[in-house]
């Protein structure tokens, strides 16, 4: 299956990229056989892509990536880059490739001592790849050290280094490095377009396809969760009833809690796996003995790790308790909906009777004022707020609309 297949809904991006990589394909064939560059070419060193959460701007990134690699025969008889079998493809893909380093924000910020290696790294050519390709996860995360070693790797890079940025918005980037990209856009894809990728991709029952899309509206990796996993489902529908029962001080303080222990065992179970899987691993790579004892001087290098998985919980407790957020706000924003008449179509359809009563026993006013509550806690979180203290906030400010 092409590469391009995981593009859901970005079809205009897709042929974009394609012929970028063809163009790519060609800058490499000749190199090899000594012979000059193509002219006009749509290939480029650097690269933004942006879009709105949940678009699939890392995807589409991870996919050029693996076009770039691609090392099918079928390319070289003038197919498209991208078959999606080969190695370069696969690896690619998957992450393992040796030519494409991934670089993603364990905290709130990206180090500039997370960025040192990969920096130097981008000005070696590819070890056994075609290009040697740094992709950025959240670029919007470089914090001002990180983001100048970026803007000079990207200012003078090697002949075969390719930068992939990936931020939600232009205005999330440096603007000097912004400049020195080509930028890609991303659009929400539709709900059906979703739906029908949960089907085929995934196999998922159409019925249940729909709702997760619909719930999601149009955010590719939530309506997946939702569809596979149905721990998610039950949490989301927590959060649903929370409007109800935000009725006296006491619902709001139980609430908060709820809704705070609820995000914090979601980061938790995906932390744990991930956490000792990189810690074997890396006792394996230092030569520890089958009962776990490190070789000497080895020690710092196991709390860097511990550091940076800190980092990384806490991180995703806050990521966790932002989904949470916005599935609060879609509430919300179906309740306004129905108190103003619109034909925007419901993306709670199962709470329906619950957002029936709220439409009729409160006002569009007071809808926007619980909507901006839920903005302002967001806000304190991304500030570093305690969690339980601005989530109580919030409940308080639902309470009194």
Known sequence: MPVWDDLVGQERLSAQLEAAARDADAIVTAAAADAPPPEASKMTHAWLFTGPPGAGHTT???????ALQCVSPDRA????????????????????????????????????????????????????GRWQIILVEDAERLNEKSANAVLKAVEEPAPRTVWLLCAPSLEDVLPTIRSRCRHVSLLTPSVDAVADMLV????????????????????????RRLAT??????RRAAVLKVPL????IGGCLRAAQELVDAATEASKQL???????????????????PGGRLPRGTAGVMKDL???????RTRAQRDSLDLALTDLTGFYRDVLALQLGSRVALANTEAHDTLERLARDT????????????????????RNVAPLLAVEAMTMALRAG
């Open 60 to 66: 589409a990134a991870r996919a050029f990536a693996a």
């Open 77 to 128: 008889l003038g197919g498209t880059p991208g078959c999606g079998f080969c190695d370069g493809c696969h690896t690619a893909l998957v992450g393992t490739h040796a030519d494409v380093t991934t670089v993603a924000a364990v905290g709130s910020q990206i180090l500039v001592e997370d960025m040192r290696d990969t920096v130097r790294k981008s000005f070696t050519a590819p070890a056994n």
């Open 200 to 223: 085929r991709r995934e196999g998922i029952e159409p019925d249940v396809a729909a709702a997760a899309a619909r719930a999601t509206q149009g955010h590719i990796d939530r309506a």
């Open 229 to 234: 996993d149905p721990r998610a489902r039950e």
């Open 245 to 248: 029962r935000v009725e006296d």
């Open 271 to 289: 932390a744990e796996e991930l956490d000792v899987k990189e810690t074997e691993e890396l006792k394996a790579a230092l030569g520890a003995s």
């Open 306 to 312: 511990e550091d940076k998985q800190k980092r990384r």
């Open 363 to 382: 006002t569009p006013e007071s809808t926007l004022r619980r909507i901006d509550a839920i903005t302002a806690c967001r806000d304190a979180l991304d």
